[in-house]
């Protein structure tokens, strides 16, 4: 394991590390063997305070003042930076959110990725003169909200932080950045590397709990916009919180993603997307391709291989694993009791390695099936390493169950047929499609973000750069 400087329970507001205002702290825990290892600031409204007053003055000072350009140079000399520091980084994350460090190491890649990406973005982002009465010139600019808040979940932390922080910096934003309490080490080291290359006050990080930090973020005046990544059920209460005080808001909740395998396609290249897919990050990804769609004539054929990859993998903390423990015993928990209560064959189970500590949240990747397109375990969100395997028999009925689920996030299509390619693509309900392929993560280029349960707005990408921005436009009635 690489050397790491594990962060203290400090709060960054105004470029300082501030202790919260209460004195209180709270314990990390490691999910590779749930022992406590480090501490982080227990954060209340009074720290939130401070921090969206240290954002605010940022935009009036150094921060405020810089060029689109300048802004550019900061972010991508601070993705240099994060590359300098991956490999301490990624143990940083192993050991606060339990994923193998090979895993760990692709994130600080993307992570870094982000503020290069919006660094080279900053100053591309044009304005519009748009045609209008004779004798006027009218300018349309994208200006920045000003003040954004950030509550980002524990899944993938740093990516998530770089995703959200690094388009919202890239726009002139000020940001206020309450990361989850489950894992947020990264996050905090990250910052503390922010803040020798960004003007204090550009980014601020307040750790805490979701119902007091969170919160208090999420309702504050001084917000000009949020940015949320988790679950549903506080989805729709910060969208409530963003209403009350007439600010916009993002929202990406995760979802229930579909991958149909139609039975002309090329099976070898399918099997391990399909597997890894919901593998990665222990099911833990908002995006995890949880149902496959199997066409009856390949059903016998692909549950087979599926079941030969599922046996093969084992839960373990090793560094070059495929599955790491979940994040916390509540996962675990809730994992299994969703697994137990599906009451659908297991085809196949991996298992939990012999040396997994005891006190770690491991649990053996399952696969279900055959399972009712509209059971609780092929309708809802689980989490976890488990694949729901779903039979069909005709594309149109391949399509209503895809669909068939309050979420839309990501789905592919497994097909050699191009016209079938080109008409299953255009029925998905979701943001993003994949033909012949899956990105559960990855494409920092790429718009990301659902529909209805899944949340509204796009991450990633240069829409990104227009949700983190609002338009002015300016008529000038010279003769
Ligand atoms: P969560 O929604 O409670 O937590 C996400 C973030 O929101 C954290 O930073 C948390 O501190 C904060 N938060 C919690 N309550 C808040 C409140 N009242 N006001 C403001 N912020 C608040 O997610 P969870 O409980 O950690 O996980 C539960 C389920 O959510 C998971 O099992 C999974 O299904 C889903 N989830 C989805 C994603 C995703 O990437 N879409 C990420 C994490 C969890």
């Given at each position: 394991m690489p050397k790491m400087t594990l962060p203290r329970p400090l709060n960054l507001i105004g470029g300082a590390w501030v202790p919260p205002r209460s004195g209180h702290e709270m314990d990390v825990v490691s999910p590779l063997d749930g022992a406590a290892f480090a501490s982080i600031a227990d954060s209340d409204a009074a720290d939130i305070d401070a921090a969206v007053a240290a954002a605010r003055a940022a935009l009036a000072g150094d921060w405020g003042r810089l060029s689109a350009t300048d802004r550019g140079r900061l972010l991508m000399r601070y993705a240099a930076a994060i590359l300098d520091h991956a490999d301490e980084l990624a143990a940083i994350e192993t050991r606060d959110n339990g994923k193998p460090l090979a895993q760990a190491r692709a994130d600080m890649v993307l992570t870094a990725r982000y503020f290069e990406y919006y660094g080279g973005a900053a100053d591309k982002v044009h304005g519009e003169v748009i045609p209008f009465q004779r004798g006027t010139t009218v300018q349309m600019t994208r200006e920045p909200h000003g003040v954004t808040g950030h509550i980002v979940p524990w899944n993938y932390p740093a990516q998530i932080y770089g995703r959200s922080v690094g388009a919202a910096l890239a726009m002139g934003n000020a940001c206020v950045l309450k990361p989850a309490e489950d894992a947020c080490l990264s996050i905090l080291r990250l910052a503390e590397i922010a803040n020798e290359i960004l003007p204090p006050g550009a980014l601020n990080v307040v750790t805490g709990r979701g119902d007091v930090a969170g919160k208090a973020l999420s309702e504050h005046r001084g917000v000009d916009f949020l940015s949320f990544t988790g679950s549903p059920e506080v989805g729709q209460m910060i969208q409530i919180a963003a209403a009350r005080n007439f600010i916009g808001c993002t929202l990406e909740l995760g979802g229930k993603s579909p991958q149909i395998v139609f039975d002309d396609a090329d099976l070898e290249a399918a099997v391990p997307v399909l597997a890894n897919a919901i593998i990665q990050n222990g099911g833990q990804?908002?995006?995890?391709?949880s149902r496959v769609l199997i066409q009856r004539g390949i059903w016998d054929d692909l549950t087979a291989r599926l079941a030969e990859r599922f046996r093969a993998v084992e839960a373990s903390p090793a560094d070059g694993s495929l599955l790491g423990p979940l994040i916390s015993a509540k996962q675990k928990r809730r994992v299994e009791t969703y697994i137990a209560e599906?009451?659908?064959?297991?085809?196949a189970q991996g298992r939990v390695a012999g040396n997994a500590p005891a006190g770690g949240f491991y649990v053996a990747p399952v696969l279900l099936g055959?399972?009712?397109?509209?059971?609780r375990i092929a309708q809802e969100e689980v989490f976890g390493p488990v694949l729901c395997a779903i039979p069909f028999d005709t594309e149109a009925e391949a399509i209503e169950i895809a669909n068939g689920t309050e979420y839309g996030l990501v789905a592919s299509v497994w097909t050699r047929d191009g016209g079938r390619q080109a008409r299953v693509a255009n029925a998905m309900r979701c943001g993003q499609v994949f033909i012949n392929g899956y990105g559960a993560?990855?494409?920092?280029e790429l718009p990301f973000g659902g529909i209805r349960?899944?949340?509204h707005g796009r991450e990633k990408g240069f829409e990104a750069l227009h949700e983190f921005s609002t338009i002015r436009t300016i008529v000038n009635h010279h003769g």
């Open positions: 990804t908002c995006s995890a391709g599906a009451g659908v064959p297991v085809l055959p399972v009712d397109p509209n059971s993560g990855g494409g920092v349960k899944s949340g």
